[in-house]
């Protein structure tokens, strides 16, 4: 989604921890990584079907180069990683000093 000020991304991430998420900004590229991991041994176990999958997953998104990378903000609640990624003030000149 992207308003006035900021670009906001709501990613579901069913099943996996927090403490699994991982989260990194290089050249404007948002990368996303994940891993899910079962919570108890199966071990030996024969399944004749399993629909629930585990492992690591990872998704990299190439934003615009008007964002702000150093004040992204994520929250993580109820399996959905939230994002608010804001856009740099336009127009601003910055003065370069000149040293000797």
């Known amino acids: 989604i992207e308003t006035e000020s900021n670009y906001q991304m709501d990613l579901e991430m069913p099943g996996i921890e927090q ?7 290089e050249n404007n590229t948002l990368t996303i990584r994940g891993k899910k991991v079962e919570k108890e041994e199966k071990e030996g176990k024969d399944y004749y079907i399993r629909e629930c999958y585990y492992g690591t ?3 990299a998104i190439n934003l ?4 702000d990378a150093d004040e992204i903000n994520a929250i993580f609640e109820n399996g959905v ?8 003030e336009k127009g601003i000149t910055k003065r370069i000093e000149i040293k000797s």
């Open 57 to 59: 997953m990872q998704r």
């Open 64 to 67: 615009p180069s008007n964002i």
């Open 19 to 25: 403490k699994n998420i991982d989260i990194n900004v």
């Open 81 to 88: 990683l939230y994002l608010k990624i804001p856009k740099k």
